[in-house]
């Protein structure tokens, strides 16, 4: 906004500041004083001295002006009083930019009125971009990412972008979607993109210090083909089996008309938990399979992604679809003993021994054949694979039954 002061016999300011969402554009009135140089573009790091020379109609004396630098006063002894009329300052080391739009040197009048300013631009060159990056969703289109060279920030305006090419015979192309915010170094290729002719890709990098141009990739876009993540993931238990659930999902659709072999990637986490663990990896063209090994009575989190292998005869490995959302299935209890001749009597007493029990005839209904099989050296095996289970060890706890306590009261459960 416009300064509205004015001194004595003074005209309007001479410098107005539009501020929008903290980015402030310098607009220069010099009617007061002034400023030189008009807008420096400067590397970090250099050195500058700025002259405010007034206009002699006004009746200022130098020896009365100050300065700020985007708002902050600096110290007079940077100032030099070179005339009644021109007062300089010097700034050493300068830093990067704080805004892209450049910093505020402002030569204002005893009052603080402001006499006339400056934008500069302090920055660096760019260097040459790096990790260039590209996909195709489905051969239909082309994403482009790539990261800045050196440090990254080169604290002024700097222009990024994507050319292509085909390889032999294409005229040069110029990407025209580019991402803002995060994934501002993004560009996205809609359409018009020749299958079975390799591309030449490159990313130059320009500013008023400077330009840059990165190494030139060349690819296929059937060597860099990903799909969408597999649809209609369901996760189901494995009929009263505690340890296991079935996972099943379709093939990607998009691809359908296409020759191809799918790999898949199947990984689960426990609800309560952050961390993934990866349980297939690699399983072809199949679309279902069963994990194994889990824990009762426990809620999972599953999800698939999908790599298409050898596109159209590709030799290349295919790039790893997002993962699909999370499905979610729980595995029934091992509390629930299934109907049988060795289910306890129900009204006994629940003792510990009978606890213990119902577990070890559970497992022996999944490692015998029938309870005729049943024996204290089956039982002994037993209670060697309970000490090295940690999950049934924390549900039976620490005790040691004798072989004759179970003997004298096993007729009794």
């Known amino acids: 906004l416009p300064h509205s002061k004015k001194g004595p016999g003074l005209q309007p300011v001479s410098v107005w500041r539009l501020c929008v969402l903290t980015v402030c554009l310098c607009v220069h009135h010099p009617d007061e004083a002034a400023i030189s140089p008009q807008d420096p573009i400067l590397r970090i790091g250099s050195s ?27 110290s007079s002894s940077a100032y030099t009083v070179m005339s009644s009329d021109v007062l300089s300052v010097t700034l050493h080391n300068l830093n990067g930019s704080k805004q892209q739009s450049g910093d505020n040197l402002v030569c204002h009048g005893a009052d603080g009125h402001v006499l006339g300013g400056s934008c500069l631009y302090v920055g660096m060159p760019p260097e040459k971009p790096v990790n260039l990056t590209c996909w195709s969703r489905n051969t239909k289109d082309l994403r482009c990412r790539w990261s800045p060279g050196g440090v990254g920030e080169t604290h002024i305006r700097t222009k990024y972008t994507l050319k292509y090419k085909l390889r032999w ?70 009929g009263d089996l505690d340890d296991q659930l079935t996972v099943r999902w379709t093939s990607p659709s998009e691809l359908k008309d296409i020759l191809f072999q799918a790999k898949y990637q199947i ?64 595995t029934p209890s091992n509390e629930r003993l299934q109907s049988g001749s060795c289910d306890p009597k129900p009204g006994e ?22 309870c005729s099989g049943m024996s204290i050296k089956l039982y002994d095996q037993w209670r060697v694979w309970l000490q090295k289970s940690h999950r049934t060890r924390n549900q039976v706890g620490k005790q040691n039954l004798s072989f004759h306590y179970l003997h004298t009261h096993i007729d009794t459960i």
């Open 349 to 370: 007493q629940n003792s510990t021994l009978r606890r213990e029990l119902k577990q070890f005839f559970g497992w022996v209904r999944k490692h015998a054949y029938g």
């Open 267 to 330: 990984r689960y986490r426990l609800e309560d938990s952050t961390e993934w663990k990866v349980a297939m990896d690699d399983v072809g063209n199949q679309t279902s399979c069963r994990l194994a090994g889990l824990r009762p009575g426990t809620v999972y989190f599953v999800q698939v992604r999908c790599n298409p292998v050898g596109i159209y005869g590709s030799r290349k490995a295919g790039i790893w679809s997002d993962w699909s959302h999370p499905t979610a299935a729980s």
């Open 169 to 238: 015979y294409g005229r040069e192309k110029e990407c025209e979607n580019y991402s803002t915010g995060k994934q501002r170094y993004t560009c996205y290729i809609p359409r018009n993109l020749a299958l079975f002719t390799p591309y030449e890709i490159w990313v130059e990098a320009n500013n008023q210090l400077g330009s840059a141009t990165s190494d030139i990739t060349t690819l296929d876009i059937l060597d860099v083909v990903t799909t969408d993540a597999p649809a209609n993931v369901q996760v189901s238990r494995v």
């Open 48 to 74: 500058l001295t700025a002259t405010c020379t007034l206009s002699p109609e006004f009746g200022l004396h130098a020896s009365m002006l100050f300065w700020t630098l985007n708002g902050m006063r600096l």
